[in-house]
């Protein structure tokens, strides 16, 4: 059974550039998450939904961010624009129910604002 | 806000020593999780425990949840340089909200 997918695994971009990243998560799972985690940190929840719901954006930044899970599937997240503080590892995770079922991480999206 | 601490922030050890790492918080929690993260990869989950005093083992990982469930333990017996990475808690409140410590960064030297 495939995993969860996340892609590009690295991206490099100038700031005030806008990036997006890409979450395809494991066949039936209706919660995804999308954390960013900063080194030497924890992740830390930006948004969670439940099929394309999101139930959890209070620690999403909205005046740059935004996310999307249109069909309950596979997921968008976006940085407009993005600014050097947004280096970071950006990891998905997906689950059979919400919390507290085992999250399955993607292996995340480096980004790395120049 | 809850605070929640885990520590030591880092270790390095021999290989074949014991080591137990701890996760505090001043907040009750209906459940704990906890994951390790290797280089380059996502946390993976290695348990999770729900009932306050709760111990549970997985081959030479015991993990204890405090009976006032708001603390929780990592015992490893006779560490094997396999056991290197990032060890994070992740408690459930009562509202669902899972939230990650900052982690224990562990360092088998063999």
């Known amino acids: 059974e495939a995993g969860v997918v996340q892609s590009p695994r690295y991206k490099i971009i100038e700031k005030k550039q806008p990036v997006a990243f890409w979450c395809n998560p494991i066949s039936g799972h209706n919660t995804l998450y999308w954390y960013l985690q900063n080194l030497g940190q924890g992740p830390e929840l930006l948004i969670r939904?439940?099929?394309?719901?999101?139930?959890?954006d209070s620690q999403l930044p909205k005046d740059r961010f935004s996310a999307e899970r249109l069909k309950g599937v596979d997921s968008t997240l976006k940085i407009q624009p993005a600014e050097l503080g947004d280096s970071a590892v950006y990891l998905c995770a997906s689950s059979f129910r919400g919390a507290p079922g085992e999250q399955f991480f993607g292996p995340g999206t480096r980004l790395t604002v120049l | 806000t809850q605070l929640l601490e885990q520590s030591p922030q880092f270790l390095s050890i021999q290989e074949g020593e014991n080591l137990t790492v701890y996760c505090n918080s001043s907040?009750?929690?209906?459940?704990l999780q906890w994951y390790r993260q290797e280089p380059g990869e996502g946390p993976v989950l290695l348990v999770t425990v729900v009932t306050g005093g709760e111990v549970k083992k997985l081959k030479r990982l015991t993990f204890q949840f405090g009976d006032a469930r708001k603390d929780s333990s990592l015992h490893i017996t006779a560490a094997q340089p396999g056991d290197t990475g990032l060890y994070l808690c992740?408690?459930?409140?009562?509202?669902?909200?899972?939230?990650f410590g900052k982690g224990t960064r562990l360092h088998i030297l063999p």
């Open positions: 992740a408690p459930q409140n009562r509202d669902d909200k899972i939230i």
């Open positions: 939904y439940e099929n394309e719901e999101a139930v959890d």
């Open positions: 907040s009750v929690f209906s459940s």
